[in-house]
Every structure is written in C-alpha cells, then in structure tokens.
C-alpha cells in the first residue's frame, strides 16, 4: 500500500504564517524581557563586581599585602575605602589595575608580540563555547590583560550575560553587521563597548547579524570570496589597544563561522564527553579541515598557533562519560587540556540570573559547589593563559622563571 504524501488535511494559511510567526516572537520577547527584569532585579543595582579583598589584591598584583599598604600609606596609591566601622570594603578590579600600574606588574604583551584571536568553536549548539567564552575573557581581565570579547552570534548569548537585552538595548549599527556591509569601512572601533569590567571590552551582537550572515553568503558566491577576511581586517583594525581577542561564534558552518576561522589565530573546541558530542566533534574536525582547505585555496590562509580541545559540561559520576573521558585524553594528548568544566548547577544558576560565575557575590548553590564551580572554571582559564604567553615572546623569561618553559 502506498501513503499518499499530497494531500494534506491540515495547514497552516501560507499568508498568514508570517503572522503566526511574528505573534510567537513577539510573545516570546515579553516573557524574555519580564525573565532578564527578574534577574536585573534580583542584583542589587547595575552590574557590578565583587571587590577583592586586599590578600587577593596581593595575589593579582603580585606584590605583598605589606607592600600594598605601604603604598598607600606612602601616597604612592590612594587609600583604600573604609566602613564605618573601619573595614576595609575591599578593592575594584580598576583599583587593582592601578595597583599594577604603580607597581609595573600588568601582564600585557609587548607591542611585537601577536594578539591572541581566541575562537571558541564547534558547529554543535550548546556545548559551552559562549559559557567559556565569556568565563574566559573574564577571568583574563582579572588577570590584568586587555581583552576584547567579539560576539559573533545572532543568538547573542554573551551579549546578554553583559546585561544587555539585545533586540532592544542593542542596534543594527552596534553590531559586526555595518562592518561586514560596508567596504568602505576601515574600522571596528566603532561597534567596541566598555563593559563593567575593567580591561574588558564587548562588541555585542543581536538577531539582525543573522541578515549579514546570509548578505555575507550571497555576496560570497557571487565571487567574493575575501569578505571572509573582514572579520579578520576588523580585528586588526583594533587589535593594538588588546592582548587577547575572544571569539564566540555561532553554532553552524555558515560565512560568519568561516570569517572566525580565518581571524582567529588559536582555537579552542569544547566538546561534552558524550557518545553524540564526540561523534559531532568528529564532523566538526572534518569540516575544520574543509574549511582550512577552502579559505586556503581561496588565498586566505589559517594559521593557528594551537589547537586546544576541552571537555565541557562534564559529568565523571556517569561511567559512559568517565569512559569517553579517557578515550579523548588517549587520543587528543597535548591537544587537550588537562582541566575539564564540569556540569554544574552554579554555572546553571548563574546563567539564569544572567550573570557569570566570576560576577555572583554569593553562592547561589552551596558553597561548596560555588568553589567547585571556581576552580574548575580558573582550571581551564589558567592553562588557556600559558598557552596564549607561550606565543608573546616577551613572556618567554618569565614563563621559564615560572617553570614553563
Ligand atoms: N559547565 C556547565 N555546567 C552547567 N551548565 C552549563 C555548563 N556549560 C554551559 N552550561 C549551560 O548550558 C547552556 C548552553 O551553554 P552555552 O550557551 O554556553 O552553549 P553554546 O555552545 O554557546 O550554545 P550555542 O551553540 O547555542 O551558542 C546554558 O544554559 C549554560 O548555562
Ligand atoms: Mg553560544
């Protein structure tokens, strides 16, 4: 018997789909826009930092907490706020870059050492790379690096964790998009943004980048094929005042990821250790090598100075995971990092409050799993940082003082 496939007993009115579609989005973006007003609400005031108390302070500028005081009661750095009880309120991530300011002790590369153009990809949906972007780009602004965190996804997922509401607070024309349209543009600083982070700064994102993925794709195979360097033109454009340049991609292969591919010089791939998530990491590497091949070709050619794999949203109480675990380290060696990022419900729970981990004042879990959450995520982090010193050849004494190298 055959199933007969061309009559159809129910459909939608082909003129009025537009219409269904608009009223979905549109009620979708009320209850996103009551959900982000909650988790501004639940935070005391704009986005802000925890201080650092003047131990951690210590350890940031590398100076002692006796040197520190010193200073202050020198003049050479202004003092430290108190409560009324005489507490010491603790220092802001600015104050700790005055620190290192007056004691010569930023990290930042020197002006002949590369930037580091981070990207965090894999075609997978979901993996963690806006979570690690993010957490990363943060952790290095701690560190004293000045960093710029591109979002490249139309999903804008980082932008919003910046407290941002992107369809409403953001434009076309805050966006990668003007740049990616108009030729005739020489640069990116347009579309950089300071954040409340110290060091670190944004260049948002919001759904109209979705439209310069397809206007990149059409213009592409009408033989344009160097629009797959604007990106990389862009970030060239602003890459003196930064150290490290991170890169959240979208999750697809599409001209923008493509674009990420030829600007990024290092890249990170995250991938959850699980039977699908290995399988699609495998089609990604495929299509990694696709992509390197085509852009190659096309006389834009990717060069990375390492490739690091990381196991993300890991669970080692199951055995499968535990298993597939190993099975990459065995594979991957060198080419994984040593640290994984755990699942964990901190992370969870920070994100839906629409914050980092690094941003929570309190644990929302328990201590115990807030600190878990710390070092797994401080882990990773560190290790990328070494990574990208090894490329700086003006770190290269240090690193080998440090035991690295
Ligand atoms: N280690 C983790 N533990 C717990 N939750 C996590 C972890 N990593 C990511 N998540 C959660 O998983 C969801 C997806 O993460 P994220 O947005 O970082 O993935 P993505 O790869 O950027 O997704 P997309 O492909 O859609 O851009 C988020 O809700 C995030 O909070
Ligand atoms: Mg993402």
């Known amino acids: 018997m055959q199933i007969q496939t061309s009559k159809v007993i129910f459909m939608l009115n082909p003129a009025q789909l537009p219409d269904v579609v608009a009223e979905l989005y549109n009620k979708s973006l009320d209850v996103l826009t009551s959900l982000r007003e909650r988790a501004a609400a639940q935070r005391s005031g704009p986005k802000s930092l ?22 202050e009661k020198e003049g050479r750095l202004p003092s430290n706020e108190r409560t009324h009880s005489g507490r010491r309120i603790g220092y802001t991530l600015q104050q700790v870059n005055e620190m290192r300011a007056a004691f010569g ?21 979901g993996v963690g790379k806006s979570t690690i972007s993010v957490h990363l780009a943060q952790h290095l602004a701690t560190k004293g690096y000045r960093v710029c965190l591109i979002d490249c996804d139309s ?5 919003s964790l910046f407290g941002y509401v992107p369809d409403l607070d953001l434009e076309e ?24 982070w110290d060091g670190l700064y944004l260049i948002p994102s919001n759904l109209r980048l979705y439209a310069a993925e397809y206007e990149l794709a059409a213009r592409v195979s009408r033989g344009q094929p160097l629009l797959l360097d604007r ?23 599409g001209t923008i990821s493509l674009s990420v591919m030829r600007a990024a010089n290092a890249l990170m791939i995250p991938t959850p250790p699980t039977v699908m ?57 060198d080419s994984m990092l040593r640290s994984v990022l755990r699942d964990s419900a901190e992370i969870d729970n920070a994100t839906a409050r629409l914050m980092s981990v690094y941003e929570l004042e309190q644990p929302v879990t328990s201590r115990e799993t807030h600190n878990r959450a710390l070092t797994h995520l401080n882990g990773v982090n560190n290790e990328i940082e070494i990574e990208i010193r090894k490329t700086w050849p003006s770190h290269a004494e240090r690193l080998a003082k440090e035991g690295i190298l």
């Not at 925890?50 to 200073?71: K, Q």
């Not at 602003?238 to 292969?253: G, N, Q, R």
């Open 277 to 333: 998530d290995f399988a699609s990491t495998t089609s990604f590497l495929a299509m990694l090598y696709e992509t390197i091949s085509t852009l190659n070709e096309n006389g834009l050619p990717v060069a990375l100075n390492w490739i690091k794999m990381v196991a993300s949203r890991t669970d080692e109480q199951k055995s499968m995971q535990r298993e597939i675990l190993g099975l990459m380290r065995n594979l991957y060696g």
């Open 173 to 196: 024309s805050d966006t990668l998009y003007p740049f990616f349209r108009e030729e005739e543009m020489s640069s990116l600083a347009y579309a950089v943004k300071a954040t409340h």
């Open 105 to 125: 002790t930023k990290p930042w590369r020197h002006p002949d050492d590369p930037v580091a153009v981070i990207a965090v990809q894999n075609f997978k949906g």
């Open 50 to 71: 925890p201080r650092f108390s003047i131990s951690t302070a210590a350890d940031l500028v590398g100076r002692t907490s006796a040197a520190i005081r010193e200073a």
């Open 155 to 159: 999903q804008a997922s980082s932008t």
């Open 231 to 253: 990106l990389a033109q862009g970030i060239a454009s602003i890459s003196e005042a930064f150290d490290v340049v991170v890169l959240d991609p979208p999750p697809a292969l």
